[in-house]
Structure formats: C-alpha cells, structure tokens
C-alpha cells in the first residue's frame, strides 16, 4: 500500500468522523462562543496542537481566545468559555482545569468521543466526535491510523468548519480578517 492509497483512507475516515458530529449541538458551542467576553481552550498531547490551531483561528475572527498556560492567558470568569478536548475525557490536566473553571462561574465545552467521562459529568456543552480512542467503546468509529490520530485531525477540522460558520452567521469579510494575522513574520 502506497500514499495515493493512503491519504484517501485519512480523508474518507475525517469525512465520516465529522459527518457524525450533531449540528444542533454545534450551533449551541458557536452560540456559547459567540456570547462569551473571552474563550479559553485546554488539551494535551496533540489534542494540544489541533485546539492551539483553533485558538489562533479564533483570534483571527476577532475573537479573543487563549490557551491554559500561555504566558499573555488573563483570568477566566463566569462570562467566559472554556473549550476542552480530549478523546478519553479522562486527561488529567483537562480535567482539573474544567472544575477550576467552573468555579470561577465559566461555561465548558467538552469536545471528545467518550459520552461517559469524567469531562462529560462536568460539560455545560458536550460535542461528541466518535472515533477510537484508547478506550476502545464499542460504538467509536474505527481508524487505519495509529492511536488517536483520527480525534485531533477530526478536532482541527472541526474547529476550522466552527470558524466557516461563525464567518457566515457574523457576515464577516474574509479579505478584512488579515487585520488580525500576525504581522511581525
């Protein structure tokens, strides 16, 4: 097998994973977002990397978004959102922050494929991507890629579709957003 057979099996299994994801509930993470003052996000490993691209990407709309541990993160507070992913819902970082969070009085976001985690008992929002994960649920979307590969490719195109959707219900100009890009390159 060779990559002109592989890269249409990674497509085709990002399809189907975010083909599975509820449109209702989406709408109800980009309300959230949309009426939050600040959005923070939080993962680890390379959920990590997927939600810092979705962080930079917000931020190019205008809206002001950081992530947990960032040197320029300011305080979290009850008109805010906290968006977490995890596949397992059970990472531990995670899982701290978003009951700090809630102390604070902040809306969290969960976006993970365990229905039935830790993370989902403390979610004011819950936006499910079933794909295999380490726990091996018996209705997660299987992958030909190693472990959770299909979570954060399927996570980093979601949140650039979340991005799409925010750009056409705010009529943003698309041209006019390079205001926001980094320009000390």
């Not at 109800?28 to 390379?46: E, H, N, P, Q, Y």
């Amino acid at each position: 097998m060779g990559y002109k057979t592989t890269y249409p099996q990674i497509i085709a299994e990002c399809g189907q994973a975010l083909s599975m994801i509820d449109e209702q509930t989406t709408q109800t993470l980009i309300d959230a977002i949309l009426g939050a003052d600040k959005v923070f996000c939080v993962g680890v490993g390379r959920v990590l990397l997927s939600l810092q691209a979705i962080c930079k990407r917000f931020n190019h709309l205008g809206i002001p978004c950081y992530f947990v541990g960032e040197i320029v993160e300011p305080a979290i507070t009850e008109r805010d959102i906290l968006i977490v992913g995890s596949g397992s819902g059970e990472s531990l970082v995670p899982v701290s922050i978003a009951k700090k969070a809630k102390l604070f009085g902040a809306k969290v976001a969960l976006i993970s494929s365990n229905p039935r985690s830790t993370l989902t008992s403390i979610a004011d929002i819950f936006v499910r991507i079933p794909v295999q994960t380490k726990l091996g649920l018996p209705d997660e979307l299987n992958s030909v890629q190693p472990m959770t590969s299909l979570f954060e490719q399927s996570l980093l195109l979601y949140g650039d579709s979340l991005a799409k959707l925010i750009i056409d219900q705010k009529h943003l100009d698309i041209d006019a957003l390079w205001q926001y890009h980094a320009n000390l390159e």
